[in-house]
DNA sequence: GAGTTTGAAACT
DNA sequence: CAGTTTCAAACTC
């Protein structure tokens, strides 16, 4: 699979859905010949794209099943490291889920040969999944608006492809999904979510010429001499192309038409041009799987057709790359993803962002539980913006002119890239005061080697990217065997260690009570602030944008997100003189507040009504208030987040989550599926749960019963959201 | 950019 | 389980 042949192909396929734009000739000419950058390209496919597919289908369910059942893995796009590139390999194992970082060592690169078991499994059927995944892609894209197109990442994927069940077999090793649900989903599923995708340009063409998904890859088998049947094509999961297509209603005649429109709107966004991250991602199938067969329509049909052949594919991991930081975020790609899954209630696994950051590997969280929220923000932003713009994005004329951006664009991506490595402080901080999010994360780490929790990425499941200044990193895929080997350790000490931070509650249980009010986010462990009021990012409640519940052990809590006790701040005695000194503060805040609830009232009310961009969606009523006057918000962006739990409805599709721009929120707001959710962290867990948003003054609305209630035995409840996790254990991998 | 503060993570 | 140490992010200057 690595094997520079490979790396060439991915390269080519930019994949056009261009065909009919003169650029697509153009673009024909050149692709195959970046095989040095193709691993970039690879990269680009974004989570984002994947997660935004689903937005632009009406069914919110569906993104969000998608999302959930991904692993992922980012790279960034890094030239200098063959790691990142094209080499590193994701596999997703039909049965266990397994995911695998293929790697460029030799090792790895044999498992992978092309020659082996990509034609004979799934080549064939491949090519239409292939297809169905690159229009996902780019539709992604186009929603993201990340400038590397789907087809790069597609190529990537589908380099290895070939191998799947090799790869597949090697994967369950290092990985396994406990969880027999998504196991037996691959299985059974007779659709593949992984698409091949042909490198070639040339194959674009042959695309058109068909007009159908089916045709495409034996066309581009045949005009791209340099693609090998097997290796030519590129696989990709998409646990949402096909709901996306069912839903759409995708038809034989298809492909052609609503598929080379979506194909075009891919484009490449201008905004990508920023920053960008590789990010692997790593996704599990397992639960889209079940989710297609449910789905299994016309177009299921279609894409089944390989799929059926090669049920490992499904579960085949996917490089993305996102296109900018926000991107990056993964987990803007992720981030979308992992907000999908939690919102998406049973299908949705495990994934990792790192999410936040678009560009880092995202290792499979060794507990079902682990969502990480790293691009959240972004994705829900970009879910957003697919959302409200589904229509514009099928348009081809707007994809067109993107497409060719991304050609030109992609040397000053990586230029971006490498300018972006340069300094990450300095990077980190562009960022942070662009607002852009965070998503991907950086690391500065001296003595814990990245392979504690200490350190951000290790902890987000991600791998260390260029941006980060550790020192005697090991957080990396070339010891990949020494951070798993670390998870697994600390796993083995706490199962939720790798699990989201905050965990707001479901679509469902939002919808009516805690989603009115931010409450329905919570830190998992809650924290322990004593001198920071829990106004400040070294608050991990505040800096997940989630206000401080019962769980949390702070003192003084002044959690502009909520504080622990609810509402009403019984104070501890400091803060009665805070309190003076805020109240200026709140009455000024708690009015905002007020008419964001009545806003989201409305949203809730009318979900597709609101249009996801508007700034109100963006944060949360209660989230603004604490930057008011006096105390400068945090540095990043100011922690939007709660608005994707609590205030907005997560109906189909968190949408405002989307908007928020800041990443870190985006990170922690991993998101757990209501059904997954313990009880407690449902109900009980979040205190807050019962509270309306209507009530006048709250600019949080905590239930009253909160401060009453709050007694120490409540407390109690972190241990049992604790317990309550382990239910998702099945997506640990299992060594 | 260096130094300080802070609280989580890790250790005992 | 509590106390202490270590660590790196967040913050300040």
Redesign the pocket.
Known sequence: MDTPERSKNQINTPISKFEESPVFSFLNNLSPIQPVKSVHITQTLNALSFSSLPSVFTSPHASSLKESRFLRRHQLVDPSRPEFSSDSEKKIDGNGGIVKYAHNSSEQQENFDPGNSLGETSIEPSYDCSQLAVEFVRSLNYDCKSPISSPKASCAASNKGCDWESLISDAADLLNFDTPKDVDSFNESPRSTTAFYTNNTNNIQNMQTFGCIEHQGEGMDNENPSTQPGEGSCVMEFAEPEEVITSSSLNSECMEGSLSQKMDAEPVSNLYRGMRRRCLVFEMAGARRKHLEENSGSVSSILLQSDGNTPSADKQLVPFKSGNDSSRCILPGIGLHLNALATTPKEFKVVKQDASVAGRLVIAPSSTANFQPIMAGQESFNESLALTSTETDMDPTENAAPLTEDANQLSALIANEEFNQI?P??KRRRLEVSGEPEGCK?????????L??????F?AGVYCVEP?S?QECFNKPIHEDTVLATRKQ?ES??PL?FAP?VIRSSDSLTEDDSSKTPASARHK??????????L??????Y?GGVGCSINCR?EGCKNAFGRKDGSIYIGTEAELEEDETDALEKTVKDRKPHKTAIQVDVEQQNPESAPPATPLRFGRPSVQLPFSSKK?P???SLPSIGSSSGLYPIQGLAKPNLLHPQP?FDKHFQTVQEDELPEILQGNGSPIGGIKLASPNSKRVSPPHCDFEMSPGRRSSRKLILQSIPAFPSLTPKH
Do not use: W
């Open positions: 300094s402080k300095k950086r690391c500065n780490c001296k003595k814990s080697k990245c504690k929790l200490y350190c951000e990425c902890a980060c550790c600390i000490r706490n260690a931070k462990r809650g924290c322990n602030c004593k001198k920071s009021g829990c400040k990012k070294y608050c991990e409640c800096q702070c400068k945090p540095r990043s870190k």
